[in-house]
């Protein structure tokens, strides 16, 4: 196995605990040996477990010494809840690690020089660029700007309406779309709604099939209008309600800081047109996830609401990262130009 193939399957094994690991990172480990024969893997482990170097070098045993470690993210040189990474790896005799991304925490970070003084060939900045758009991207952006990491995720008709002229949504996609929605929230730490769409809708907000670990359920509610039988107050997740005594009315980027504060490093928008312009306008909009589903309603409001934009000049543009089939319907993925968009 080449280092490159190394690298894309470290990204496959960190991608299968994205949701799983905040406030840690989601980091994916592959362990060659001296004829770069794969001997070990693993991927972070929920918090308190072990690091995805740790679970690497245990499947792999003895068979480690000499080999090539490669890992999406620097191994992480301090003690928190668990050892240093770089400690044992040393420790396993490794002779070569290969890294994609640095880590950019003052606590964590600086990992590649212990390991370099400790006699390791480092090798950095393999498919970096892959790889930090891939399953890290949320904790990255995290580390880098202090806030979580915001998909807003949408269903629309052909002619853009996210709700018929009765306010009713269900359902403008196709069932594998919507299992589709399942998956992203399985690899998010939160779903945020706003109050109008628990009021409309009533969603439970959960992932199922349950694969053992929920996001929390954020409702922005200023006045606290959450019904107390409403789905989102279950016992199948957490629930977080905002209300304006917890942050200031309105106040986004203060919810975010409340989530962030919580661990939450990834959120998943989920409605509806007002929240959605609210998040967009306040440029805290990451990444957009479209589904269009082929039907028209002719009435009914827009996906987002107004966006103060009065002339095409204004239009605000992202670029488009992915389009792919789903079911009936087309999802669309697009990013802002530039951060903060
Ligand atoms: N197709 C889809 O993808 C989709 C998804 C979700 C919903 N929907 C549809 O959308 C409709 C509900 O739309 P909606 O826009 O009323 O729901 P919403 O965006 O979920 O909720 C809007 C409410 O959120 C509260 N809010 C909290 N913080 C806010 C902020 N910073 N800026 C603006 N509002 C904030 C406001 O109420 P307070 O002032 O009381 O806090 C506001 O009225 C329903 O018909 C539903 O079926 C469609």
Redesign the pocket.
Known sequence: MDLEQAMRRAVELSRAVLGTTSPNPPVGAVLLDREGEPVGEGATQPVGGPHAEIVALQQAGVRAYGGTAVVTLEPCRHTGRTGPCTGALVAAGISRVVVACADPTAEAGGGVDVLRAAGLDVETGVLPDEVAAGPLAGWLHAQRTGRPYVTW????TLDGR??AAD???RW?TSEPARADVHRLRGEVDAVV?????VL??DPQLTVRPDPGHQPLRVV????G?TPVGARVRDSAAETLILTAADVP????AAALDVLHRRGVVSILL???????A?FVQAGLVDRIVGYVAPALLGAG?A?V?DLGVGTIGGALRFVLEDVQRVGDDIRLTARPEKEGN
């Open positions: 995720k949408y269903a629309a996210s709700a306010r009713t949504s403008i709604v706003g109050i109008g769409t409309a809708d922005l509610d200023s006045d209008r009315r309105h106040d986004l989920e409605g509806g047109p007002v929240l959605a609210a409001p996906a609401g």
